[in-house]
Nanobody, 125 residues
């Protein structure tokens, strides 16, 4: 059984920080490439950040570079997304995803085999 469980979302004010966590189990665990995506109401799901299986390579959307940091602890089968200086327009449901078959990260949602249910992040102005 494959499972990804996100946590850490919540309601914050603009400029605040949050750290999201994604716990992997079953076929989603292991040193696979992992990613974070987000989807706001009425908008398409968009890429936020990705990390390779070893954690040695990371990728970010231009809009979050310098403010967000993706990391992982393979001993705990957990991936994190540290989000600083949050903006109201970043209010969305944040999803964790696992490549499942590759150690590389990817910008594209279609490259991820497993998805969590999402955690809501709401940023008030």
């Amino acid at each position: 059984q494959a499972e990804l469980v996100e946590s850490g979302g919540g309601l914050v004010q603009a400029g605040d920080s949050l750290r999201l966590s994604c716990a992997a189990s079953g076929r989603t665990s292991g040193s696979y490439g992992m990613g974070w995506f987000r989807q706001a109401p009425g908008k398409e799901r968009e890429f936020v950040a990705a990390i390779s299986g070893s954690g040695g390579s990371t990728w970010y959307a231009d809009s979050v570079k310098g403010r967000f940091t993706i990391s992982r602890d393979n001993a705990k089968n957990t991936v994190y997304l540290q989000m600083n200086a949050l903006k109201p327009e970043e209010t969305a449901l944040y999803y964790c995803a696992s490549r499942g078959i590759s150690v590389s990260g990817s910008y594209y949602a279609r490259d991820y085999r497993y998805w969590g249910q999402g955690t809501q992040v709401t940023v008030s102005s």
